[in-house]
């Protein structure tokens, strides 16, 4: 127990305070020594608490590291971003698909056309129009393909007018309904019901044939006469459309005068016609629009007087009733009594 409890001797002429540990805290201010507290000071408080530092190291300016980006993080490219870029590419493939599908549609069109062309002379195609069912015992009448026949700079006129045909169609089906109605609210009015089934049955059928084939035809193969034909007779049809919009009382047409009278005897009857003239209305106003569209069309094409004339006694000559019959004059003049 010896070795635990002796002291080592003391050394002559040693100052423990100058023990380079002592002087060398004592000689830092940076740490709280016992020269710098007062205990008989009682506005001071508290020695401050003993903080150990480290010896102070050369300052050394901060580098910030070089921005790099990583394969997942987006880059910018100036004011697109990704995402703006992607969208762009992608509306540029939607366009070339559809410029691609257009020539598609159009090469298939011409591939038809050259097939038609390829029938030959004494080939016939087969009607279509109008498309009855198989166990009808009358077949179409006409052959009729806007998309393979008409050429694409005319196939929107040519389908409106399709359309214009069928808006005339039900319209006179609807002029029928409402002269019945009319009928079965005052029975003298049995003229009116009679002509509007009259003008029911001939101008539906006649007017595809006056008309819409005119100008289907001439769409189809440019033809001046068919082009003549259409204005003079479609002429004619928008001014029985304006006497259907006035609507003379017995004359057959659900036209504003006849509708206007109706709301005397019957309110719903008078709707009913009313909305008939409405639709004479619209009817009147349409034709005149495309009467006008197709004359813009036409006057953009190689049509003309001298053409339609040379197209008519060119299509009189090729009939063979017509030559039959010419032959048959002649050769009776020729051999008739001297």
Request: charge should be neutral; glycine fraction near 6%; proline fraction near 8%.
């Amino acid at each position: 127990m010896s070795k635990y409890t002796s002291f080592p001797e003391p050394i002559e002429d040693q100052n423990p305070f100058q023990d380079p540990a002592v002087t060398q805290h004592s000689s830092n201010t940076e740490y709280a020594t016992l020269d710098l507290y007062n205990p008989f000071d009682n506005k001071n408080g508290p020695p401050p608490p003993y903080e150990a530092t480290c010896p102070s190291a050369p300052s050394v300016p901060a580098q910030t590291p070089p921005s790099r980006t990583t394969p997942t993080e987006p880059r910018n490219y100036g004011s697109y971003n990704s995402q703006t870029v992607v969208n762009a590419t992608t509306a540029e493939l939607l366009r070339k698909q559809e410029e691609l599908e257009k020539k598609a549609r159009e090469l298939e069109r011409r591939e038809r056309e050259l097939e038609s062309h390829s029938l030959g002379s004494g080939a016939s195609r087969q009607n279509n129009w109008p498309p009855l069912p198989s166990f009808c015992p009358v077949g179409p009448c006409f052959y009729q393909d806007i998309h393979l026949e008409i050429s694409q700079t005319f196939q929107r006129t040519v389908t409106v007018m399709y359309y214009f045909w069928m808006f005339s169609a039900c319209t006179l089906l609807l002029n029928l309904i409402s002269s019945l109605a009319m009928f079965c609210v005052d029975p003298t009015g049995g003229v009116g019901l009679g002509l509007a089934i009259l003008w029911a049955l001939i101008f539906t059928p006649c007017s595809f044939v006056c008309w819409y084939r005119p100008v289907y035809k001439a769409f189809r193969s440019d033809s001046s006469f068919n082009f003549f034909a259409f204005f003079f007779i479609f002429f004619a049809q928008v001014i029985t459309y304006v006497i259907m919009t006035i609507g003379i009382p017995g004359w057959g047409f659900s036209g504003w005068i006849v509708s206007l009278a109706a709301l005397n005897t019957s309110v719903p009857v008078g709707v009913i016609m009313m909305i008939n003239a409405v639709l004479f209305t619209a009817q009147t106003a349409m034709g005149v629009v495309l009467l006008k569209k197709v004359h813009s069309q036409y006057r953009q094409t190689d049509a003309s007087f001298q053409k339609a004339q040379a197209e008519f006694a060119t299509g009189v000559m090729s009939n063979q009733t017509v030559r039959q019959a010419a032959a048959t004059a002649a050769q009776g003049a020729f051999t008739g009594p001297r």
